[in-house]
């Protein structure tokens, strides 16, 4: 048998183009349902454990993917933005907790989240250092953002300009550093969260300056009118872009607090009738929506498994594509290898050594590829981006 094995290595290193190729070929058609399989299993179970934390996500009537992909895992949503107000009629209406959501803008090409202190509690968060945002201008990090960008409790982080070149659009916001989440290997992880009135700060729905109703406290070209106790000033006013002790009582908004918006609001019912009851009761509405993530998601699940059946298809034609290419070239090395076969059954070995030849050959072929193909696996796993956070 050893010497068997030293005939079939010698073969194999003479024709070492045909065993590449075949050895290519055979890994490609292993590794394709392979990595298919895998990655699907995988994605699922990060998809589903998501939307398995979250019952229900109310938010504008309209694309049901749209409000599920930005309330789970912060995507930007095309869909309009409800208002506060709604926040208050669903908490009215169920014995469960809502909880609002602004998405929308970056800090340093991190989602800027504003919520509430619900959140935390409902998603099992915790802090590996400092607190949760405790008054406007506090920023909670992940501990993703928080490694890429090397900042902890106490350093300053900016808000991303929604754009630069329109002096109408709010600037940067300077945001102090509260705290680091724990790891979740979640979008929670690669996130800011502030506190939602932080959020509409960014927005340029609330802002700050300094008196402007007392006499003499600003020029009169600023003041465009005055009425009473109300001043309108000219939009060349320098607003506070940091919250600090001494100008937190400057910050105020100018609408109703029912009529900010919000990207979405999640509700964690007190059990199934509360949500079945609130869902049915919501969805009557023409102008909102109440969805369940987790159908959502096997919605899109299912879209992903149709393709995959078609990706389990092809990698079926090129297995059986694959194998008779192999029986092809092995048939025809067969002939051309006639008169080594002869010269060996002359010096005495068998004609099932010959075969035994031609099976170590295939099955050192057929190593090869499986390994490859494992090697293959395990590196594009790997490598493969985490479609949580692509989310």
């Not at 600090?244 to 918006?261: M, Q, T």
Request: with cysteine; proline share 4%; glycine share 8%.
């Amino acid at each position: 048998m050893r010497g068997l094995l030293h005939l079939a290595g010698a073969h194999a290193r003479h024709h070492r183009w045909r065993s590449l190729l075949l050895t290519f070929c055979l890994t490609v058609a292993f590794l394709l349902p392979a990595t298919t399989r895998q990655l699907m299993a995988r994605y699922e179970q990060d998809l589903s454990a998501r939307a398995e934390t979250t019952p229900l996500v109310a938010g504008t009537r309209g694309n049901r993917f749209d409000l599920t992909l930005g309330a789970l895992y912060f995507r930007q949503s095309t869909l309009e933005p409800v208002h506060m107000g709604l926040l208050d009629e669903i908490q009215k209406s169920g014995r469960g907790v809502a909880v609002p959501l602004h998405t929308g803008h970056l800090a340093r090409e991190a989602t800027l989240v504003g919520t509430s202190l619900e959140y935390y509690e409902q998603r099992g968060l915790k802090t590996t250092a400092g607190s949760l945002p405790m008054m406007i201008g506090d920023a909670l990090v992940g501990s993703a953002v928080a490694a890429r960008l090397g900042v902890g409790p106490g350093d300053a982080l900016n808000s991303d300009p929604t754009n630069l070149y329109d002096i109408n659009q709010p600037g940067a916001t300077h945001l102090s550093v509260c705290g680091v989440l724990a790891p979740t290997a979640t979008p929670d992880d690669d996130a800011v969260f502030v506190d939602i009135k932080t959020a509409w700060m960014v927005s340029g729905l609330v802002h700050g300056h300094g008196d402007v109703t007392s006499p003499g406290a600003l020029e009169e070209d600023m003041i465009l009118s005055r009425s009473g106790d109300s001043v309108s000033v000219s939009p060349a006013l320098i607003e506070h872009d940091q919250v600090s002790k001494e100008n937190l009582w400057d910050f105020h908004l100018h609408a109703s607090p029912e009529e900010l918006p919000l990207t979405a609001i999640l509700y964690f019912p007190a059990d199934d009738k509360d949500a079945t009851m609130l869902k049915a009761e919501f969805n009557r509405s023409a102008v909102h929506q109440m969805v369940v993530p987790r159908k959502v998601v096997d919605e899109l699940l299912n879209y992903a498994f149709k393709i995959k059946r078609l990706l389990d298809g092809v990698a079926l034609v090129l297995f059986l594509s694959t194998l008779v290419f192999g029986g092809l070239v092995l048939s025809l090395t067969a002939r051309l290898r006639k008169e080594e076969f002869d010269m060996l059954h002359a010096i005495g070995c068998s004609r099932s050594a010959t075969w035994k030849l031609v099976a170590l050959e295939l099955l050192g072929i057929i190593t090869l590829a499986a390994a490859g193909a494992a090697a293959g696996l395990v590196l594009l796993i790997t490598l493969a981006p985490d479609l949580v956070r692509v989310f």
